[in-house]
């Protein structure tokens, strides 16, 4: 698990690591679970960024991702506003998950995991990781985006991140 505050590397890190698995010849074996929103520029630093743009993914692996993220701490601007992104979120990946649990691949990569856990749920995000022989994930855990309008959103966030890094067996912390 590759954990990490925004712009710290998290993204650049499992994007090298999938690269190297794709170029060792595990490509067949590999389903990307991309949970991240659109990279954009906040503030003059970069948030979000998908693993591998469409024109950059190898036919040989499966690629699930939502049609949209949004980035809920950022975009709101209300707690309803907030509370409701987050829903719609988890809304849009559950499917994606549950595809997987449907049919596993030995290999799996998760990007911005941390997206799934603002909706206050492990599973079945754990349960996908449980089927998985290898599974390399990232996820925010960091201090630039704790403003949550007073949802409580950054708490259940960090404390599933916690809770998730605890069943890693090894945890990256840029």
């Known amino acids: 698990m590759i954990i990490g505050d925004v712009g710290a590397g998290?993204?650049?890190?499992t994007r090298r690591l999938l690269r190297e698995a794709i170029s060792l010849g595990y490509s067949r074996e590999i389903t990307v679970i991309d949970m991240a929103p659109k990279m954009e520029i906040i503030d003059g630093k970069p948030i979000g960024g998908r693993l591998l743009e469409s024109e950059e993914r190898p036919r040989e692996i499966r690629y699930l991702v939502p049609i949209r993220v949004e980035m809920p701490r950022v975009k709101a601007s209300s707690a309803e506003e907030l509370r409701h992104l987050v829903h719609l979120n988890a809304e849009r990946i559950r499917p994606l998950l549950e595809a997987y649990l449907r049919s596993p691949s030995s290999i799996l990569f998760?990007?911005?995991a941390s997206i799934y856990l603002q909706s206050g749920r492990l599973h079945p995000l754990t349960d996908?990781?449980?089927?998985?022989?290898?599974?390399?994930?990232?996820?925010?855990?960091g201090e630039h985006l704790t403003e949550d309008m007073g949802t409580g959103v950054?708490?259940?966030e960090r404390r599933l991140m916690e809770q998730l890094a605890s069943m890693m067996d090894i945890v990256i912390n840029l």
């Open 110 to 112: 998760i990007n911005d």
């Open 10 to 13: 998290k993204t650049r890190l």
């Open 128 to 141: 996908a990781i449980e089927k998985a022989e290898t599974a390399i994930i990232n996820g925010y855990y």
């Open 154 to 156: 950054s708490d259940v």
